[in-house]
């Protein structure tokens, strides 16, 4: 005899949101897994049964529970292009995050917190920068989406700031663009060491700050382009950088970000995508993301010799951020 959980998923197969609320308010687990290892939410977004999917939210479903394939309800429906399950979802998750955070407010490319990092032993090789744990902090195969980010952020010349030097991608391809000033904040002694080992103090337009972001504020003046890449941060960091911007980015400037977060899941990158976008638009501005193709980039190879693969998706999306106002 089947259990209410196989009910429920069999309802939510079939579309019948009668018997799904029924079968809910009977007491049936909502987040109960088959055997095939999938919720009745997952059932209802691949084949979408959006009325089944809201019914299922409404009672608490979690809309970020993983199948065995590591598939969400979201990317289910959106995979099969059931875009009304989706957006459905893609709300569920956006308000989920907003108040509770769950997904990536507590962890960034790595697990680790940035004052474990900074304590770290990093190694350099020809295409990557590990940390002890063979975790990459940063990796070659970004080169291209650093070259985009440094065009966008240059795209005015004048006075440019990035937070996070690594294996100093983004900061070569900056200087390409000649600015008045490129300032360079980088916390981590081993990799500052390398910096100047490597001739970046003695570049006419580089100013090398050393120290978190958030010790040297005062240190920092108004810029025309903004990058940010730390490692070892989380989310409310990247959140806490955004609430700096207007005393930072000057009128007109632009502004981007390693746009990392979710690496690992389409749909919850996708939600995190537009929760920035959101939190951004709060503080005044606009943000465009524009799709880069990455997945001729990521053969196994890439990875070898590193413990986690911090990017497993086929498109990267490159945020370009501005004011509101300017973008008008």
């Given at each position: 005899?089947?259990?209410?959980?196989?009910?429920?998923?069999?309802?939510?197969?079939?579309?019948?949101?009668?018997?799904?609320?029924?079968?809910?308010?009977?007491?049936?687990?909502?987040?109960?897994?088959?055997?095939?290892?999938?919720?009745?939410?997952?059932?209802?977004?691949?084949?979408?049964?959006?009325?089944?999917?809201?019914?299922?939210?409404?009672?608490?479903?979690?809309?970020?529970?993983?199948?065995?394939?590591?598939?969400?309800?979201?990317?289910?429906?959106?995979?099969?292009?059931?875009?009304?399950?989706?957006?459905?979802?893609?709300?569920?998750?956006?308000?989920?995050?907003?108040?509770?955070?769950?997904?990536?407010?507590?962890?960034?490319?790595?697990?680790?917190?940035?004052?474990?990092?900074?304590?770290?032993?990093?190694?350099?090789?020809?295409?990557?920068?590990?940390?002890?744990?063979?975790?990459?902090?940063?990796?070659?195969?970004?080169?291209?989406?650093?070259?985009?980010?440094?065009?966008?952020?240059?795209?005015?010349?004048?006075?440019?700031?990035?937070?996070?030097?690594?294996?100093?991608?983004?900061?070569?391809?900056?200087?390409?663009?000649?600015?008045?000033?490129?300032?360079?904040?980088?916390?981590?002694?081993?990799?500052?060491?390398?910096?100047?080992?490597?001739?970046?103090?003695?570049?006419?337009?580089?100013?090398?700050?050393?120290?978190?972001?958030?010790?040297?504020?005062?240190?920092?003046?108004?810029?025309?382009?903004?990058?940010?890449?730390?490692?070892?941060?989380?989310?409310?960091?990247?959140?806490?950088?955004?609430?700096q911007l207007p005393k930072l980015l000057k009128p007109g400037g632009i502004y981007s970000f390693f746009n990392g977060l979710c690496g690992g899941n389409a749909f919850f990158h996708v939600v995190y995508c537009h929760l920035l976008s959101l939190e951004l638009e709060n503080l005044g501005y606009s943000t465009q993301l524009i799709p880069l193709p990455v997945k001729d980039c990521l053969g196994e190879e890439v990875w070898r010799g590193v413990s986690q693969k911090y990017w497993?998706?086929?498109?990267?999306?490159?945020?370009?951020?501005?004011?509101?106002?300017?973008?008008?």
């Amino acid at each position: 005899m089947e259990t209410e959980g196989e009910q429920l998923c069999e309802a939510a197969r079939n579309g019948d949101v009668a018997r799904v609320q029924t079968l809910i308010e009977s007491g049936a687990d909502i987040s109960f897994f088959d055997s095939d290892g999938l919720t009745a939410l997952m059932h209802a977004a691949k084949l979408g049964h959006t009325d089944v999917v809201k019914a299922l939210l409404e009672a608490g479903a979690p809309w970020n529970a993983l199948s065995p394939s590591n598939q969400s309800a979201g990317d289910f429906a959106m995979d099969r292009g059931h875009q009304e399950a989706f957006e459905v979802l893609l709300n569920a998750g956006i308000q989920a995050e907003m108040v509770l955070g769950t997904i990536a407010r507590k962890t960034e490319k790595s697990g680790d917190s940035e004052g474990d990092y900074l304590e770290d032993r990093v190694t350099f090789s020809e295409d990557k920068l590990m940390d002890s744990d063979s975790k990459a902090v940063m990796m070659a195969w970004e080169k291209p989406l650093m070259e985009a980010h440094a065009k966008a952020v240059c795209s005015g010349g004048g006075n440019i700031l990035n937070v996070g030097f690594g294996m100093g991608l983004v900061d070569t391809a900056i200087q390409q663009y000649c600015p008045t000033t490129h300032t360079i904040v980088e916390a981590h002694p081993q990799v500052y060491e390398r910096m100047l080992c490597t001739g970046w103090g003695k570049k006419d337009n580089v100013k090398i700050i050393f120290g978190r972001w958030q010790d040297v504020l005062s240190q920092l003046e108004t810029y025309d382009g903004i990058f940010f890449d730390t490692y070892g941060e989380c989310y409310e960091d990247l959140r806490e950088f955004h609430q700096q911007l207007p005393k930072l980015l000057k009128p007109g400037g632009i502004y981007s970000f390693f746009n990392g977060l979710c690496g690992g899941n389409a749909f919850f990158h996708v939600v995190y995508c537009h929760l920035l976008s959101l939190e951004l638009e709060n503080l005044g501005y606009s943000t465009q993301l524009i799709p880069l193709p990455v997945k001729d980039c990521l053969g196994e190879e890439v990875w070898r010799g590193v413990s986690q693969k911090y990017w497993q998706l086929d498109t990267y999306y490159l945020p370009v951020c501005q004011s509101i106002e300017d973008s008008e």
